[in-house]
């Protein structure tokens, strides 16, 4: 008989199990969960799931993005004001990102890609084409190619397999003469180890840029990400921790960068909000270099769609809050399963204040664990745990890096890169609890410890 997987992935069968001398097995630890767990046939071998909740209720409580009546009236209002003034929203979300991330200088953008494509060609002013930038080669494209519309090369930086954010070790053994910028990315709302980024990067006269697409909400020793280097970006894309649907946002330490990025893809904000706009910081200065081209802008547009930013400042309303609770589930669950061999979460330093986007991440070290991740991800999700294998765009592979005509300088290319490797090989995306729900945090742990009684009798490849 097949048991299917949650996942709707390969079943894994009773007999496999049964193969393996997976029969229930008896011999407690008497009075211990764990022992409790030993106890209980696993449900990929005919017993009961582990997670009980009914499957409406879990599905509320992983539901996202998290709109609502509050998000709907909003968007209704701005509809109905049918107004040009519509994309005061727009400005009103800028101000309100700058108080909510400290920086000096924002835009808002049609979404991450485009406030990373405006950021290359602030980058213009004093980088020219031939310049290499290194990126981590473990992100999304959008982070790397449009670097290709400004003459830049990427060099590919491998991440620290603890942590799965840029290795400062790898990146001083693959910086070129011709690097002259360092992007690190916060993967999965961990903040990169910035203080050493920033010591690398002052060492070898780098510019630091900073993708925070990943961590609304995340600092390191009190200071918010996206204010570690000269530049950043956010993307507000549906999944994120603050979702737009769509959606971007640069954000500037410097004024020129700033104007520079701006004029890049927006027309108007180079003089539009300055006579009589309460958001005249936002726009350019009457001293502005760039200021002349209002109205034309430098050729792209690249502007917010007016009702993300009404759903993105109805979010922000929520975000510390709805942070909090997702942290607050996922401590109590990974303090608990990380006790069990082999599990790991990214080492997150006592001086970092970490978010999560998309899952949480988990390790499995299947030598520890004495079972492949394949076997423990069906054993799971036979429980009922949402969880899949990760497995993250390493860039390096793709083919448009290895084609010199898209490049000014052809990239070179690694073969391997053993930190992506690595994450790839033991990533466990566990679904992340977006509501309170102890109840839920109780059966997964259940779940992780009842499978790891039984890990002597999985499948080890
Ligand atoms: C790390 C990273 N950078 C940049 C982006 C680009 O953002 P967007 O999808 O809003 O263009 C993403 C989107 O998923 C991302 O994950």
């Known amino acids: 008989m097949k048991t299917q997987s949650k996942r709707g992935g390969p079943a894994f069968t009773r007999r496999d199990f049964l193969k393996t001398g997976g029969a229930i097995v008896g011999g407690m630890a008497a009075g211990t969960s764990r022992g409790q767990a030993k106890g209980e046939a696993l449900a990929v071998a005919g017993g009961s799931p582990a997670v009980t909740l009914p499957a409406k209720e879990r599905a509320a409580i992983f539901k996202w993005p998290p709109y609502g009546d509050a998000e709907k009236r909003a968007l209704v209002e701005a509809i109905e004001s049918n107004s ?123 510019i630091v840029l900073e993708d925070c697409a990943h961590a609304h909400g995340a600092s390191m020793q009190g200071k918010p990400v996206g204010n570690w280097g000269r530049m950043g970006i956010y993307s507000f894309q549906a999944t994120k921790p603050l979702p737009g649907i769509e959606g971007g946002m640069g954000v500037y330490q410097d004024r020129e960068d700033f104007e520079r990025a701006a004029a890049f893809g927006h027309y108007e904000v180079c003089g539009k909000y300055i006579a009589g706009s309460p958001y005249a910081a936002n726009a350019l200065s009457s001293e502005s270099a760039y200021r002349k081209y209002q109205g034309t802008g430098l050729g792209m547009k690249l502007r917010m769609h007016p009702l993300a930013a009404v759903l993105l400042l109805s979010q922000m309303e929520k975000l510390g809050a709805q942070n909090a609770t997702i942290n607050g589930q996922v401590r109590r669950l990974n303090d608990r399963i990380c006790q069990l061999p082999g599990l790991s979460e990214p080492v997150c330093r006592k001086d970092q204040e970490r978010v999560y986007y998309n899952s949480n991440l988990i390790f499995l070290d299947e030598a520890k664990a004495g079972a492949s991740r394949a076997a423990v991800i069906r054993a799971l999700a036979a429980e009922g745990v949402s969880v899949g294998a990760g497995n993250y765009p390493e860039n390096h592979k793709f083919a448009v890096y290895s084609e010199p005509e898209w490049w000014h300088h052809a990239p070179d290319v690694p073969k391997v890169l053993p930190g992506c490797e690595e994450v790839n090989a033991r990533a466990m995306n566990v679904a992340l609890f977006r509501k309170d729900c102890p109840e839920l945090v109780e059966q997964y742990a259940r779940a992780f410890e009842k499978v790891w009684a039984h890990r002597d009798a999985l499948p080890k490849s």
């Open 84 to 206: 040009t003034d519509i994309y005061d929203f727009n400005a009103r979300l800028e101000e309100k990102w700058k108080a909510f991330n400290g920086v000096p200088f924002c835009k808002s953008h049609m979404n991450g890609t485009s406030a990373l494509t405006s950021m290359y060609f602030a980058l213009t002013r004093e980088l020219p084409p031939g310049t290499e930038i290194m990126v981590p080669s473990y992100t999304f494209f959008g982070a790397i190619l449009p670097m290709r519309f400004f003459g830049f090369v990427p060099v590919f930086v491998d991440i620290d397999p603890r942590t799965a954010t840029l290795s400062v070790e790898h990146a001083r053994k693959a910086i070129t003469p011709k690097c002259r910028a360092i992007m690190a990315m916060h993967s999965w709302g961990l903040p990169c180890e910035m203080d050493k980024i920033n010591d690398f990067a002052k060492e070898r006269g780098l």
